[in-house]
């Protein structure tokens, strides 16, 4: 009887480190993948920053092109956010149809 309660015990402790274990590899990748995420976002800033300045002829950093750059920054987040939540709510409603 004892020996079956330790098996128990044991198979829920490995379980459990099995589940840390997992949370933990899916939590570092995420930061991983984040963190480049990151850098790719500043290498691209750079270079729209350096695009608007040459383009609209302005020196670096002046208002004109800090304007124009919030501005376009601004139009292509909204539109990022409007098509990832449309996108989220299909697959939101394929995976309810699916379930049903």
Sequence with gaps: MEEVKEKKKSSRVVKGLREIKYEFARTLTGLISSAFALIAALAWN?????????????????????????????????????YLGKFVAEKKVENSENES
């Design 46 to 82: 750079d270079l729209v920053k350096k695009g608007i300045d040459r383009f609209f002829r302005t020196e670096e950093g002046s208002l004109k092109s800090q304007l124009v750059y919030a501005i376009i920054i601004t139009v292509i987040t909204v539109f990022v956010s409007y």
